[in-house]
């Protein structure tokens, strides 16, 4: 069974700094997509970036980009130019190559001090 | 275009009765899936629905069952309520499976079991 893990339970930036979120994630599969989703207080879901396994090159997004490390199976989130917007609960969620079914990891609260 | 919609937003149960929330997916979009948001177990999949068929379900109980009709509005049903089954329950919709690249997430319904 895949399993994503988000070893920082909480993260803190000043705003117009640069914070990076890690992710790791386990699976057999060789083709497979990666997320990160934001979760403000509303609840709502908002997907930030995805990445194609298959994709070498790393996604990007305006201020948010993927360093994605297939090998390491490792998925982190760089936000450059932090806003005090971007306050939320970030999840790296992995979903297998077919199918709809995502699996997240806990979580991380990131705070942005102006 | 409207986005997801999840109806009750809160609701109120007591133990050993039973719920039905809704969830009315992104028009043209026929996969929905479900999922459940705990503080202590975090967001685990429920079940997926495409074409009035459940294409995959997670790993709970019986009690939690679901449905999606034929204009691809999905229910998801917990009968014999208790206390654990108190949560944020999140309803996702994708263009089509087994492609689709991203998913759209309502905001959720709050239910408190008593």
């Known amino acids: 069974a895949q399993t994503v893990t988000q070893s920082q339970p909480e993260m803190s930036v000043q705003e117009a700094e640069t914070v990076t979120l890690s992710c790791t994630y386990d699976?057999?599969?060789?083709?497979?997509?990666l997320f990160w989703y934001k979760q403000p207080p509303s609840r709502q879901m908002i997907l930030v970036i995805r990445q194609e396994a298959y994709k070498q090159q790393n996604a990007t997004e305006n201020r948010f980009s993927v360093n994605f490390q297939k090998a390491a199976k490792s998925f982190s989130l760089k936000i450059s130019d932090s806003q005090l917007g971007d306050a939320a609960m970030y999840f790296c969620?992995?979903?297998?190559?077919?199918?709809?079914?995502?699996?997240f990891g806990a979580g991380t609260i990131l705070r942005v001090k102006s | 275009k409207a986005g997801v919609t999840q109806t009750p937003r809160y609701l109120i149960k007591t133990r050993g009765q039973q719920v039905t929330l809704s969830c009315s997916p992104i028009?043209?979009?026929?996969?929905v899936s479900w999922y459940q948001q705990t503080p202590g177990q975090g967001l685990q999949f429920l079940f997926e629905y495409f074409s009035e068929t459940q294409r995959n379900k997670g790993n709970f109980p019986g009690r939690f069952s679901g449905r999606q009709f034929s204009n691809s509005r999905s229910e998801m049903n917990v009968s014999t309520l208790e206390l654990g089954d108190s949560a944020l329950y999140l309803c996702?919709?994708?263009?089509?499976?087994?492609?689709?690249?991203?998913?759209?997430f309502g905001q959720g319904t709050r239910l408190t079991v008593v």
């Open positions: 028009s043209g979009h026929r996969s």
């Open positions: 996702a919709s994708s263009l089509k499976t087994p492609t689709a690249l991203e998913a759209f």
């Open positions: 699976t057999s599969e060789s083709d497979y997509y």
């Open positions: 969620a992995y979903r297998p190559e077919y199918g709809n079914k995502l699996v």
